[in-house]
């Protein structure tokens, strides 16, 4: 597969990339994890914002720029290589979002997309709970009908972002005799609601990027419903589409990474083994492989496809890729690598991010649900 990119999208990379040179900060924010950083990347978010960049393939009445996903791509090559900050509001832009335009009314798109492309909003995802991980078909927390709200009872737990974010999305039972993926709806509601307590969840590295989340009578309207009553299901089933094919890592991501490691092992060429040779060769031949594959799935999506069980594929290959990455760049650094951290900012971010690409394979449903659902929905074998 070759990439040949017209005039007018050469032109829109060099706009990217000139902005990106004028306006990323010179040095590296702090965790997105702790409070500090991540209010040092909602400035970012609005930084963005102010060159029209939030979330660029919206329309441009809901603060994007109308923009395809070819150039979407295109932003994020020159985002991540131009070595920008992660975004902090990935769940509310490449998730929530999404689903919104294409389940939303015409009110809550209003509401809801700019103020998130304008990083005003910061958004969780409230899905998981301690008896429905990957199975979110198994979720109890409830939501009772009552006049023109929901009274909303249960917990949630390694809920992304929740412990500092505004809002939060979920799947609540909203059929108390229903099971499995029937009876489910799609809610939105403000953290800061009577009612929520969020409790936040430490980490290996003592940072608190995820929370629980408790809810004890919380009235929501029902206008912060995302379709009809039940529905939640399929709605979530497109975030999930969203989640694990295009938008939530995007392959610029994985070859910035690559980039970094083919120089780590440039550093460490004269004590690297053979085997570390290999693993960083297929590290960047796998980022490359999956910039091409997405551009083709990209392709398929603006002719009118839909993304459905395929994007099970996509998210194992990202997360297993990922850790691979990592453990490549480990393996260079050696096991002195964990000593070194307080000096060396080089050798401290690929532990943090060797660290966090063990969950990789867990989080936006575990790779063993994935192959459940390629197994069976792919390749048509038995349950």
């Known amino acids: 597969m070759e990439l040949n990119y017209t005039p007018e999208q050469q032109a829109f990379r060099a706009e990217v990339r000139a902005w990106m040179a004028a306006n990323v900060p010179s040095q590296s924010l702090k965790t997105l994890e702790g409070r500090e950083g991540f209010d040092q990347h909602v400035l970012w978010e609005r930084k963005l914002a102010s060159g029209n960049w939030g979330m660029v393939t919206w329309p441009e009445a809901y603060g994007g720029r109308g923009l395809d996903l070819i150039q979407w791509l295109i932003f994020e090559e020159e985002y991540w290589a131009a070595g920008a900050p992660n975004r902090a509001n990935q769940n509310g832009i490449f998730l929530l979002g999404p689903t919104i335009i294409e389940y939303g009314t015409d009110e809550q798109k209003a509401r809801f997309l700019t103020p998130m492309a304008h990083g005003e909003i910061m958004w969780a995802q409230a899905w998981s709970e301690p008896d429905a991980g990957s199975d979110m078909a198994a ?14 009872n249960g917990q949630k737990t390694w809920s992304s972002r929740a412990a500092f974010a505004d809002w939060c999305f979920g799947l609540f ?3 108390g005799e229903s099971s499995r993926h029937h009876g489910l709806t799609f809610i939105l509601l403000p953290l ?3 009612g929520v307590t969020v409790r936040p969840i430490r980490q290996l590295h003592g940072e608190t990027g995820f929370a629980e989340i408790f809810f004890d009578d919380v009235r ?30 995007s392959p610029a ?30 590290a960047w031949m796998d980022a490359e492989a999956y910039a091409l594959n997405t551009y083709a799935v990209a392709a398929q999506v603006m002719a009118g496809r839909k993304i459905g069980a395929e994007a099970s594929l996509n998210k194992i290959f990202w997360s297993e890729m990922d850790r691979a ?18 000096a060396d900012a080089e050798a401290n971010t690929w532990l943090e991010g060797y660290i966090f690409s063990l969950s ?24």
């Open 325 to 342: 990455q990592h453990r490549a760049a480990m393996s260079l650094l050696g096991a002195a690598a964990e000593l070194r951290t307080l």
């Open 139 to 152: 979720i109890r927390s409830r939501a009772v009908r009552d006049g023109d709200h929901y009274v909303i």
């Open 192 to 194: 800061d609601t009577p």
């Open 220 to 249: 929501v309207p029902v206008e912060n419903r995302l379709a009809d009553e039940g529905e939640g299901w399929k709605v979530a089933m497109a975030t999930a589409g969203f989640e694990r094919g295009l938008m939530l890592r």
């Open 253 to 282: 991501r994985f070859q910035a990474t690559a980039k970094r490691l083919v120089q780590l092992y440039d550093e460490n060429s004269q004590t690297a083994s053979p085997q570390a040779r290999v693993a960083v060769l297929q």
């Open 173 to 175: 039972r909203t059929d």
């Open 360 to 383: 990789g394979p867990i989080y936006a449903g575990s790779n063993e649900i994935q192959r459940n659902i390629v197994a069976e929905r792919l390749l048509g074998l038995p349950r």
